[in-house]
């Protein structure tokens, strides 16, 4: 038969057309095979996919087809997290309601993401913005609240004075609003809702041990930092003038002889007693200038205050100053500076010529200990009364024990993580289901009276504090306690509490009376594989195993983790640059679908790199997969319905090949997930296949052509299919079983020998498996890569390992 051109067009539409309505993809309630939970993190809808997301989705449909294929029953979701920021900003900037807006982009989105072919359960869409949805975040907080673990309290945000309004961390661009450059933000105390996620840190912590070995180990350590449980103790150090308790958390109380500073948080409540007017402004502009960065990537600043404090264990005075550096947040807002034995203090004390006093000795060292760098490791204490001699964790376990008999002190336990602070003070997001009473306070709105639907049509100018505070008929309400008027909260939700519990809901997505059907969740749950970007890996990924925790807590599932295992893929650049809409190098997924085809895209992102790995998008690249499958496709079409049987000379080759092609997929897919070298195997069974072509059998060629279409079903959906259909098969090439392959027929006939003189690599050999020592002795001896090593030199002994190894050692 001759054979035909690789039209991508032509293939692609053809099957996009005939899956559209096909329900391929459905989970199966209840079903006896068992199950596998494959789940990509949903997007957030910004208009068009590009490449970058192609290779998120290709990995997780990959391994989706190959389970199916496996004989599991697959779910695989999708969804969109349609609340957020940037659909504000779009209706600022183009005068168009956010929900029109998001609407299209994932009308768009979804569009691209049907002409890729990925097998998502459409069924089971789910979109954060509906109310059908987010009326469970509502009910979400209504059970924290009863339990407890939502509160509120005053908090800082950023505010741009110019805006009148409340700005998100991304919003301000090194210390000013993003709107103009020359408005300094400010931070300002408002009163805000926060999440008791603080409850659970020590859960978040002892329950990283059930996800050892199925999430990486940077993940793991990224959150055992963020949650940063801290053990030491609480000691006050006292004001000299008037004897008032100045508490410091340290982790290092066998440090604090060497203490020659107390230093404040510029917002800690003792700076309006310490401070004159221009020291309080001062302070207040400490804390404006962090806002919206990172307080450990800024330059120190300090000042002292003129008083002093005294150090309950050696009696001296020491001065008070505040410093940008230290945070209210964690531990007690005060520090005591010991620059000799932290880094930090060391590099404030350094600049403004506080002295610098060593009190520990490293073990073993003699002679006068450094001043010019700290020493932050345990030693020996000396230069400190009574505890001079003790190793650092003896002292630290007396002192905190002295602290505490003689009541100046304690031990104690601090955290890195604090509540999590849900208010935002926007329109496009979940309305905080609270009512504020003058007679009652704070009131919950009713469950039944759940969803507070977030209204539509409302004014968004970006300034002011909500936008929802202009909408008198979302804020006027009746007290549900007493009667009375009252305003409802025109705060909303961080969008992160919408992805905190989403995979949750695919199992059940209609549900209009729960959140979903705890039997239904536990036939699906845990999640088998997640996968995602890294960037999620303090936010979204602590926040969605604080959620689990806690909806295990109220009874609605089993699990304590969503995750059973995680995968981070590697971000796609553009000629090695990151790609962003700002540079301008964005690369459309349409616009490579239409130039390459679908399947070209989908595996040139899996091929290019390992999947954890970055791929750097090269049109070169493209270009060669687009002519690998174009090979595929011209070679299983011109061997269709072969008859005439050549002699198969070379079948045992080509099978073989064939065989290995297999194992080495089957074993990539069920451990290492190496697809790129997944494909590059697939290619070399297809250089031998063309090698080869004259001496091939026609039952061979049947063989090699349909698991060849088998093998390509995970990675390039369309190719493959086309292939199945003109071998004259029948039925989705993805619900066919995975191939096994012959583990005899995979084995190599002959044996590749690493040829070694005095230990280093001189030459390959080969030699049929099970060749005799002295017969692999005799050919690596008479190597002609090997003979220049040996001339003029006496051979020692020869090292032989059958199978595997010649090394001769000479002199």
Not at 317 to 322: G, T
Not at 455 to 480: D, K, M, Q, W, Y
Not at 718 to 742: H, K, M, N, T
Not at 744 to 767: P, T, W, Y
Request: contains cysteine.
């Amino acid at each position: 038969m001759p054979e035909k051109p690789y039209d991508h067009n032509q293939i692609e539409l053809k099957w996009r057309e005939r899956w559209e309505n096909a329900d391929l993809y459905r989970a199966e309630e209840n079903s006896d095979r068992p199950k596998f939970y494959a789940l990509e993190m949903l997007p957030y809808p910004s208009g068009t996919l590009h490449i970058g997301h192609i290779r998120n989705y290709s990995i997780g449909d990959a391994l989706a087809r190959y389970k199916w294929m496996r004989g599991y029953n697959v779910l695989h979701p999708m969804g969109w997290d349609a609340f957020g920021l940037p659909a504000e900003n779009a209706a600022i900037a183009n005068q168009r309601p956010p929900r029109e807006w998001t609407l299209q982009n994932i009308a768009a989105m979804k569009k691209t993401h049907r002409r890729f072919g990925f097998s998502y359960d459409w069924d089971r869409e789910i979109s954060t913005c509906e109310p059908e949805y987010y009326r469970w975040n509502q009910w979400f907080f209504l059970k924290m609240l009863e339990r407890g673990l939502a509160y509120r309290k005053k908090a800082l945000v950023n505010w741009c004075p110019q805006c009148a309004t409340v700005l998100a961390n991304e919003q301000v661009v090194d210390g000013c609003c993003w709107r103009h450059d020359d408005t300094a933000v400010e931070q300002r105390a408002l009163e805000q809702w926060f999440l008791k996620i603080t409850e659970y840190a020590d859960q978040l912590l002892d329950d990283m041990s059930k996800l050892e070995g199925g999430w990486p180990e940077r993940v793991l350590t990224m959150q055992r930092n963020w949650i940063g449980r801290s053990e030491g103790a609480e000691i006050d150090f006292s004001l000299a003038d008037s004897g008032e308790p100045i508490r410091v958390f340290t982790t290092r109380v066998d440090t604090i002889y060497g203490a020659t500073c107390v230093i404040l948080a510029p917002e800690h409540p003792l700076t309006a007693q310490l401070l004159d007017a221009a020291g309080q402004a001062r302070a207040k502009g400490m804390v404006d200038a962090r806002a919206g960065r990172d307080p450990g990537n800024i330059e120190k600043d300090g000042f002292f205050t003129g008083h002093f404090a005294v150090n309950p264990y050696s009696k001296e005075r020491v001065p008070i100053w505040v410093a940008n550096f230290v945070l209210m947040g964690y531990g007690t807002g005060a520090i005591m500076a010991v620059p000799a034995h932290d880094e930090r203090d060391f590099e404030f004390c350094t600049k403004y010529g506080i002295p610098i006093r060593p009190v520990i000795r490293p073990d073993g060292q003699v002679g006068e200990l450094a001043h010019d760098e700290a020493f932050t490791d345990y030693g020996i204490v000396e230069n400190s009364g009574e505890w001079s001699g003790l190793t650092s964790e003896e002292a630290r376990r007396r002192m905190a024990e002295y602290a505490e008999r003689h009541g100046f002190g304690k031990t104690a336990i601090t955290y890195r993580i604090k509540d999590w602070g849900i208010s935002r003070q926007r329109y496009w997001g979940t309305p905080i289901p609270a009512i504020h009473c003058p007679a009652c306070g704070v009131v919950p709105v009713p469950e039944d009276q759940l969803p507070v639907v977030l209204p539509l049509h409302v004014e968004i100018t970006g300034t002011g504090r909500s936008p929802l505070e202009n909408a008198p008929e979302f804020v006027s309400v009746t007290c549900p306690q007493c009667g009375g008027a009252a305003r409802r909260e025109t705060d909303t939700m961080d969008t992160f509490v919408d992805s905190s519990w989403y995979f949750y809901r695919y199992c059940d997505p209609r549900n209009s009376r729960m959140p979903f059907d705890p039997a239904k969740v536990a036939r699906w749950f845990e999640i088998d594989q997640y996968i995602g970007g890294v960037e999620h890996a303090i936010l979204h990924l602590i926040y969605s195993r604080f959620f689990t925790k806690v909806m295990r807590d109220i009874g609605l599932v089993r699990n304590d983790e969503p995750a059973r295992r995680l995968f981070t893929q590697g971000m796609v650049l553009n000629e090695g640059v990151k790609m962003s809409k700002s540079k301008g190098n964005v690369i459309g997924a349409d616009m490579v679908a239409e130039k390459y085809g679908a399947d070209t895209a989908r595996l040139f992102v899996l091929f290019a790199a390992p999947p954890e790995k970055e791929v750097d998008w090269r049109a070169e690249g493209v270009e060669g997969i687009y002519r690998f499958l174009g090979r595929v496709y011209r070679f299983v079409t011109r061997h269709v319905g072969q008859t005439s049987d050549s002699p198969g000379a070379s079948d045992r080759i080509v099978l073989r090949k064939l065989h290995q092609t297999l194992k080495k997929i089957t074993e990539d897919f069920e451990s290492r997930w190496h697809f790129n070298t997944c494909i590059a195997s697939i290619m070399e069974l297809v250089n031998v296949l063309y090698a080869e072509e004259a001496n091939i059998s026609a039952a061979a060629l049947a063989e090699v052509s349909e698991k060849l279409a088998l093998m390509l079903a995970p990675f390039a959906p369309y190719l493959s299919q086309e292939i199945w259909e003109e071998l004259g098969q029948e039925g989705p090439v993805f619900r066919q079983c995975w191939p096994a392959f012959d583990a005899e027929l995979a084995q190599e006939e002959e044996a590749e020998i690493v040829v070694q003189v005095n230990g280093k690599l001189r030459s390959r050999i080969h030699a049929p498996f099970g060749t005799p020592a002295e017969e692999l002795e005799r050919r690596a001896l008479a190597d002609g890569k090997v003979q220049p090593f040996l001339a003029g030199k006496k051979v020692v002994k020869v090292i032989t390992v059958p199978d595997k190894l010649v090394n001769i050692v000479v002199r």
